[in-house]
Structure formats: C-alpha cells, structure tokens
C-alpha cells in the first residue's frame, strides 16, 4: 500500500498564495500544489499531524468516523489555536446513502442570563463575552467526537485516540503557523498563568521547529481512550475545569459538563445545479444560507454569466444580502424565530429573487427579513473533510471561537476552554466578533446553543461525492459556497476550486469583503458603479476538501490560505 501524504511547508504554501494573489481574478498559476490522488480514502485538515493521524486509521481498516475523530483529537494537540477538547461543533455524515449530521455544539451554561455581558447602564461589558471562562460555553466536543465513534466508527475507540495521545506525550514539532500564533495572541495567553505555563514558558512561546510535549493534555486524552467522554465531562477532570473557571470568574460548573449531550439532527438537504446537498442545520445557520444561496442563484440563472464578470459577482453579493438579513431571525432550534423550512420554501426564494435588480445594488437596510406573512406569501475554528476506501464521509468543523478561545487553560487537564458565548447576541443590536448583528432568538439563555455559521457539508451527484466546509466566522457559509459553485457549476478540479479567490458580503456592515485580486480592476469598478462598496481582506475562509468517486479515484485539497495537509491512501486497504 503506498501512501501519497502532500504537506504545505508553510515557506511554500506561503510563496503560493503569494503567487496566487499576484494574478488576475479567478485565474490559476500552473504552479499550484496538486490535488492528493488515490482509491483507499482521503484526508484534509488544517495540519499535516493531524491529516497523518487520519490517514494512519484509515490504513489500520478504520472507516470516515474513525478517521474524522482521529484527525479532530490531533487537531487538539497540534492546533490548540482552533482544534479542541474545550470547544464544540458540528459534523455531517454520510454512511452508504444514510445522512446524518451530529451537533456538538457548545451549550450556555445553567447559570447563564440574558444580560450577563452588560453593564448597570445596559452597555455591553467590553471583553467580557470573549475573554476568560466567563466566556466560555459548555463545552461539546469530548462527549461529541465519543458519540460520533459510537454511532458510526469501527475500530476500537482507544485505537482511534491514539495518534493524538502520541503527539501530546512524545511531542510534536512546533510549525511556524503555530509559534506566529502564539506570539500574535501572548496577551491573551499571557493573561492567565495557568496557560502562560503551557504555551509561554518563561514568557516565551516555543519556537518554529522545536519539539512541543504536553503531558497534562496527554493524561486527558489517556484518560478519554480508557473511559471515553465520562473521563472529561465527570470527576476530576470536569472538577477542573469549574475550579479553574470559579477562579477567574466564569460560571462554568461540573453539572454543566455533566449535563451536556450531543444531539443527532436532520440535515438541510437541497438540490442544487443537479447535485444533492446535505449541511448542517440549526443551531448552524450556514445549511440554510448555503441553501439560501444556491436555491436563489438558481433561479437567478447566474450559471449562464460571464464567469469572472460583475453580473456574478453582484447576484453573490446581493444573495447574500438577503440571506444574511434572514439570518437574525436564527437561533438554537427550541428559540429560533425562521426554521430551514420556511427560509428555503420556494414562495420566499422565488419572492426574493424578483426583488434582486441586475443593475444596482440594494441598500442592506431596505432588505425586509423574513416574516410570517411574506413567507406564506410566498440564514476560530477547523474544518476537515474526510473519506475512507468505501466512500464513506465525515464533513467536521470543530471550534474555540476566538484564537485560543477565551484564553485559559485549564490546569489539571490540559486543554484551553472556548469563547463561544459571544456567538450569541450578547448585546442587543451591536455587532460580534465577526460583525454580525444578531436577534432576539439568539439571546443568551440557560442550556441554550449559541447560533453558528459553521456549514459542514457533502454534495454528491450519482456517485460523486464532495466533503467541503472552512473556518472564518461570518464568512463559513459564503467560502463554502464558492468552492461548491466553482466546483457543481464550472467544474473546477478539486485544488483549483480551493485556491481560487473569494469574496464575501453578509449584509451588515454593508460591505463587499475582497481577497486581493479577486476581482479584475474593470470588475470591481463595474460593481462600484452599481452602489457596492468595496473593503480588501486578507482570507475567506480555509476550505479542506475531499472529493472522490465512490469505488474510484478519491483527491484531497488543502488551502493555501492555511496552510494545511491534503493526503489520501493510495489505494484500497486490504
Ligand atoms: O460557530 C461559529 O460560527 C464561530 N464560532 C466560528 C468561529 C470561526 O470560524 C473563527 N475562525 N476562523
């Protein structure tokens, strides 16, 4: 069995997406890193140590589930920046033509308010949503990845573990992504001793290229192999994790981590351009803003425009619009004042796209949202997108929110605890971290799952079937999206529909979000012209995609905005 395993050095990844900006929109230079190939299964992730640790359960006969959660508990130990034990998220599954998605979400904790993020006077408390344990939710993943190995895994769970065990306890080396990262947030890490102790040793984080051991972690994930989810989210561990949050303020308790459990939810499922597509629903609005895009591109006929023109860009950015309005009314399932349903009937879509004007861009506050009566009348983080010899598929995207989450570690068991409670809305009316404005069926109660753009997704067509989803906050769903049309609607080979560039708009603050050279100079002065305003950005997203033919040929991608790790087994395990 030979193993084809392309890692983007970061010096090299960085030359190309170097390269990749210098050329005008949408065209690719010939030098662009290939597509891993091969007919036993594929794996992409943000981390060469982690797409390994997929890849190795793949060879040991593990299917998609093992090799998912095997790459997500790498991710944890090489990727403390997004990858977690301390977080959540959101996997979507597709076994034989069975479609599950699994949601592991983080919850509010039991003592969580309303107006826990504001002040006497009602303004919001600066920071305090994002910084330290009073930010953090309950968090998903240790019960979510067991559960994910449960339902659909095949070797045993300690096998599965493994690989992320031997990197915390025998070291790993340390990538220049991860030591530019901490330096870039040693503020935040500095902040708490208990993480400064693991990441900033004497005052310093560890260097590119040296050997990082994390023993505590190491410990909890022994634990986890032996005991499964309970070894976290009971005993000593889940004691831990509230000493540490009491002392620094938070309100995060043992009974919550006890309390927690995953959920098993129906997907979003739309057709779009003939491919079957299957994302995530609620409490992630990305499935019905990518369905919500699709579905109104469609009717929109945008596949019939000039590929890199104005007219296709102007229809995204004005699909969005809408879809983003939309997206206020979302919230977790049990609060949410718009369901799937209702936001992807054909009487709203349809009414929707008579309002989009070809020539001239809507103001975003004209855009009505969605209401009962129109509708009867007639929306710091890892993905990684698996596939094993059987086509099989996981699609993951797992979160700490912020970089390093809320900041702190948790002695005693290794991990960093997440800041996802800023994805609610903490604050009536002001934006988040990622500029969203949120509504009321996203405010912050007890138990409750704070709304996520997170869109893991499959697309298949006959046997074709694509694994795609990407980190990047507010922008999740329209990356997502891009990738996908460029690949169901111009057929893009797999890398070159990563690497292309993107845009991005979500319909406040009212603004066109532009990887440099995306768009030709004539392109972006014709969107001027139509009332766009333009704003340059470094990144949309970081999609790791999997593509293959089920009994075929499968390919693996990684973006080189990431960089991440792109490998497949070359051929079926025997
Ligand atoms: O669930 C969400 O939508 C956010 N917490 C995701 C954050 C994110 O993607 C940050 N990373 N780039």
């Given at each position: 069995m030979q193993i084809v395993f392309l890692m983007a050095k970061s010096r090299r990844a960085a030359a190309l997406l170097f390269l990749l900006l210098l050329l005008p929109s949408g065209v690719i230079d010939a030098a662009h890193p290939e597509a891993a190939r091969g007919s036993g299964g594929a794996v992409a992730s943000a981390a060469p140590a982690a797409t390994e640790a997929g890849l190795e359960v793949l060879r040991a006969g593990g299917n998609a589930a093992d090799a998912a959660v095997a790459t997500a508990l790498a991710l944890a130990v090489v990727r403390p920046r997004a990858g977690n034990l301390g977080g959540g998220g959101f996997a979507v599954t597709r076994f034989g033509s069975e479609v599950k998605t699994l949601d592991f979400r983080e919850t509010a904790p039991a003592e969580a308010t309303r107006d826990m993020y504001l002040d006497e006077q009602g303004e919001q408390r600066p920071g305090a949503s994002l910084i330290g344990p009073l930010a953090a939710g309950v968090p998903g993943s240790p019960a979510g990845l067991y559960e994910l190995h449960k339902k659909l895994g095949r070797l045993p769970w300690a096998e599965v573990v493994a690989p992320a065990i031997r990197l915390a306890r025998d070291g790993f080396t340390v990538d220049r992504r991860l030591a530019n990262g901490i330096e870039k947030d040693s503020d935040l890490l500095g902040r708490f001793p208990e993480t400064a102790a693991v990441w900033m040793p004497g005052g310093q984080g560890p260097e590119a290229g040296s050997t990082m051991r994390l023993p505590e972690?190491?410990?909890?994930?022994?634990?986890?192999?032996?005991?499964?989810?309970?070894?976290?989210?009971?005993?000593?561990i889940a004691a831990a994790v509230e000493l540490a949050a009491h002392r620094h303020g938070g309100i995060l308790r043992a009974a919550d981590m006890a309390a927690y459990r995953p959920v098993w939810r129906e997907p979003v499922r739309f057709e779009a351009f003939g491919w079957q597509v299957a994302s995530m629903p609620l409490p992630s609005a990305g499935g019905i803003i990518l369905g919500q895009t699709c579905g109104l591109l469609e009717r929109l006929e945008w596949a019939k425009f000039s590929r890199f023109g104005a007219d296709r860009y102007h229809l995204l950015i004005e699909v969005w619009r809408r879809a983003y309005a939309d997206r206020v009314l979302l919230g977790d399932p049990r609060t949410s004042l718009a369901s799937a349903a209702q936001l992807l009937a054909g009487d709203w879509l349809d009414l929707r796209a008579e309002r989009i004007r070809l020539a001239k861009a809507t103001r975003s506050d004209r855009v009505r949202k969605w209401s009962r009566d129109l509708g009867t009348q007639s929306q710091e983080t890892t993905h990684l997108s698996v596939m094993d010899g059987e086509g099989n598929a996981v699609s993951m995207t797992t979160t700490l929110n912020g970089a390093f989450g809320c900041g702190l570690v948790v002695p005693g068991a290794g991990f960093l605890l997440n800041n996802e409670m800023d994805d609610f809305a903490t604050a009536p009316g002001k934006p988040n971290l990622y500029g969203l404005i949120q509504g009321e069926a996203n405010s912050v109660g007890p138990g409750k799952r704070m709304l996520s753009s997170m869109t893991p997704t499959i697309a298949w067509r006959g046997e074709d079937v694509i694994v795609i989803g990407s980190p990047g906050g507010s922008k999740i769903p329209n990356a997502t999206a891009q990738v996908l049309l460029n690949l169901i609607v111009d057929g893009d080979?797999?890398?070159?529909?990563?690497?292309?560039?993107?845009?991005?708009?979500?319909?406040?603050p009212d603004l066109v979000f532009t990887e440099a050279h995306v768009l030709s100079p004539e392109t972006a002065k014709a969107l001027e012209r139509r009332g766009h305003e333009l704003r340059a950005v470094s990144g949309v997203g970081e999609v790791h995609s999997v593509?293959?033919?089920i009994g075929g040929e499968m390919q693996a991608a990684q973006d080189p905005r990431g960089p991440g790790a792109a490998g497949v087994v070359h051929t079926a395990v025997d």
């Open positions: 972690l190491a410990a909890t994930l022994e634990a986890y192999a032996a005991r499964g989810a309970p070894a976290i989210t009971e005993g000593p080979e797999l890398q070159t529909a990563v690497d292309r560039a993107r845009i991005h708009h979500q319909w406040m593509r293959g033919e």
